[in-house]
């Protein structure tokens, strides 16, 4: 067992302490948003009517095609305008939230798509026999059903976000990359051996040990459930 | 100073965009020249480990599983970064180009082991039997009945994995390899054209995978196994 080096401790310490809450807290932040933004533009989506479903679709096509790291870096770089009363300056807190949702909610949405389009047309049936509407008919009936089969690739998507926020480091959040690297420089300068292999060593680990048991779990809900 | 939308882009200068075409074109150049690259090893490295997983053979399928797992479940930033310091830290003096298609392929490539594993396994085993009773040696199998029928299965989602490994490429911007988002990264930085300098990026990337994904679902149309089209 080899021995834990002195200034590996403190190190570590300030990584987890410091950067790895506002990892998850982007995290979450961006698969809320993606879950919430996703599940509506999916479900407008089967509706049969041409001019909305090409303007989702060309939502879904660009924010997939840019790759992330764009996306967050031009947001962040806007410059600040007003719409109406409203003064609009992102900081880079929020632009990786908001480029990570972005991405996420289009991945949901071509999700979302297809899961709602399984759902057999007798459901539709039933559910109009019970006087219900088209919102009601989704809200209550087929929307639910859908999630059913949309939670494994959900958890895959949480396994990407949190992988992802690592991007916010590139505009200079404080997560757990960020963090690292921070740690890595310090060293440098002080003692001139920044450490990089066992600090990026240590991001790679805590990273695996989140997003390895919730892969395993995608796993498991999709033999469960579909 | 701006103030709304509208003034922002009544302000775009296109003709700032043509000055830089050169600079522009040559960051083009090399996010093309890694992605192939990637693209290229993250192929070979998919069938090889794909097949090896599929077929269960001892410990290359056991370090096959790791390699998949530990690469999918950690952020590839991390991983260029990992390799640009560590192996210098290890001894090993490494270019910015060697980091840049060497992370882009060990990423691509357990992506692709995956893919092409559960292509080569949806492949009935009847069709396996059916190869060694005409005599085929495991290796002929492989080679004339798994493979083409497993290879084509795990197409679309291998071709998926390609445009990724396209995308990532735009990361070795940490590693400050001058593909096409560092160089207008750059450019921005110094001129201030953030609008112009991100609309062109952006629109560079979706005509390169918009276009790639046209082709490719072209060939896969033509590949595509005759009784699943």
Known sequence: MPEIPDWFRPVAEYMLREGLPETLKIAAVAVTASTLIGLLLGTLMTINFLPLRSVIRLYVEVWRGIPILVTVLFIYWLPAFDIGPLRIQMNAYASAAVGLTLWGSAQVAEATRGAVQSIPKEQHEAAAALGLGWIGRHTFVIVPQALRRLLPPMVGLLV?????????????????????????????????????????????????????????LARYLERRLV | MFHSPVEILAAFDTGFIWDYRHELWEGFKNTMKVAAIGVALAFVIG???????????????????????????????????????????????????????????????????????????????????????????????????????????????????????????????????????????????????????????????????????????LLEARLALPERA
């Not at chain 2, 291998?158 to 990361?171: D, M």
């Not at chain 2, 110094?190 to 046209?214: G, P």
């Open chain 1, 160 to 216: 990407n976000i949190i992988q992802n926020t690592t991007i916010a480091f590139v505009i200079g959040v404080s997560e757990l990359l960020e963090t690292g690297n921070r740690q890595f420089e310090n060293l440098t300068l002080a003692t001139g051996n920044g450490h990089p292999f066992t600090i990026f060593g240590f991001v790679l680990v805590v990273f695996f040990i989140i997003s390895f048991p919730l892969t395993l």
């Open chain 2, 47 to 217: 069938l090889l480990m794909g097949a090896a997983r599929a077929h269960r053979i001892p410990v290359i399928s056991q370090i096959g599983r790791a390699y998949v797992e530990v690469i999918r479940n950690t952020p590839i930033l991390v991983q260029m970064f990992f390799l640009y310091y560590g192996l210098a830290q290890l001894g090993y003096r490494v270019e910015a180009f060697t980091v840049a298609w060497l992370s882009i392929a060990i990423w691509g490539g357990a992506f692709n082991t995956e893919n092409f594993r559960a292509g080569f396994e949806a492949v009935p085993a009847r069709f396996r039997e059916a190869g060694y009773a005409l005599g085929f040696s495991p290796l002929q199998t492989f080679l004339n009945v798994t493979l083409p029928i497993g290879g084509r299965i795990a197409l679309p989602s291998s071709i998926n994995t390609y445009i990724s490994v396209l995308k990532n490429t735009s990361l070795l911007l940490v590693i400050s390899y001058p593909e096409l988002t560092s160089v207008a990264y750059n450019i921005q930085a110094n001129t201030f054209k953030t609008i112009e300098m991100f609309t062109v990026l952006a629109l560079a990337y979706l005509a390169i995978v918009w276009t790639l994904s046209a082709l490719i679902r």
